[in-house]
């Protein structure tokens, strides 16, 4: 019997409250935790039953059989925020904040943008998702159009996606109301910030929101799931995911993997490793965290990437920490993984301190680093480590 983990927490804020209980039957759909404060409901995406509930995940033991073609659906609502919310909806580009809170907000003269970025190399199944159901991301854009009283809607994509571009340009060549917007093709073009600053010509100030400015942005994945929820009552159950790396089949993408499937199916079905292989990333290369075989597939779960074996790294490690790039935390769990001693860390220059957290004052438009290499060079690191590509 296969046992998989559902948990509680996929989403910015507190852990979800279990509403069922050791020994109950799910079935596929079904809502099973609610927020605990800010957060977003969590529904079954298998059949089966529940062994146990900790203060992390729901443990179910799924049915050996399983229809992944129908689920409980959500309750039917006139409300196309209240359907958002009732779904559980988050931020599915990595974010996970939750999706109604964001549409809750009303700007009459704004835009609202869908982020199609896929900022993270080797990550494509946003792209995918685009190529495939423009149709459908049209439509969720006239919904979160319509939710946020935005009149007009811009559909960001990076410039390199040229053919894709061209079928956006088509699509949206009788829509008045909508456009398309070509981000350069850098790291971070899927930042907020810098996505306002190119679409809008704003620059907004590090903590400043984009609502605060007149934008409201979504995930191209997240406006798959709002469309699911509104035409289909379709809770979030299933997750797009892009597999590559050191497996047989790179670039793979996976539609519509149910919730909490761990990580060893899908590098199953791509055939296995590549041998030698290391770890397991969850996520992007820049911002994503390790993870091993049982890991669940989360609502945040972009990629699953299968690194090479660490190199090993005798000489002493300065970290240059990016705010969009890999934390000092993820980075020093590198160095360590290398066998590297971590001596001194600086952030970029352009980094400041808003509520004590810092925060980039200009994402994508990056410094030279010259000074910060130095300084870490005058505190005895022999070789740099940073967390930015762009550099
Ligand atoms: S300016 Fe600095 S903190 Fe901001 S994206 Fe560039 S490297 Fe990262």
Known sequence: MTQILIPLKQHVGAPCK???????????????????????NIHASFAGRVIDVDGDNIV???????????????????????????????????????????????IPEGVFIANGAECEALLVHNVKQMNE???QLIRGMKYCMEMTKAPKGVIAVKGKHRALITRLL??????????VYQLPDIYPA?????????VMDIVLEPGQLPTEVGAVIDNVETIKRIVEAIEDHKPFIDKDVTV?????????????????????????????????HGEIVIGGPMTGRSGDEITPITKTSGG???????????????LLICECGGSAERMTEIANNMGAEV???????????????????????????????????KQGAEVVMTGSCSD
């Open 133 to 135: 159901h423009i149709d």
């Open 343 to 377: 001596v001194a860390a600086e952030r970029c220059k352009r980094m400041v301190e808003v509520n004590g957290r810092y925060r980039c004052a200009l994402p994508g438009i990056c410094p030279g680093q010259a000074q910060t290499v130095l300084s870490l060079k």
């Open 18 to 40: 279990a509403i069922v209980n050791a020994g109950d039957h799910v079935q596929r759909g079904q809502l099973m935790a609610e927020p605990n404060g800010l957060g977003a």
């Open 60 to 106: 179910l033991t799924i049915d050996e059989e399983q229809d992944f073609s129908t689920y409980l659906p959500i309750i039917e609502t006139d409300n196309p925020i209240k359907a958002v919310e009732n779904a559980g909806i988050v931020g599915a580009g990595g974010a996970g904040f939750p999706t109604f809170l964001k549409l809750a907000c009303e």
């Open 304 to 318: 699953v990437l299968v690194a090479m074996p660490f190199p090993q790294e005798s000489r002493k490690v300065g």
């Open 170 to 179: 088509k699509a949206v060549d009788s829509e008045p109301t909508l456009d």
């Open 190 to 198: 899927g930042d907020e910030r810098m996505i306002v600053r190119e």
């Open 244 to 276: 590559s790396g050191r497996v047989k089949q790179k670039e793979t993408v996976f539609v519509d993997v149910p919730i909490g499937t761990p990580v060893k199916t899908l590098i199953n079905n791509v055939g296995g490793y590549v041998e030698p």
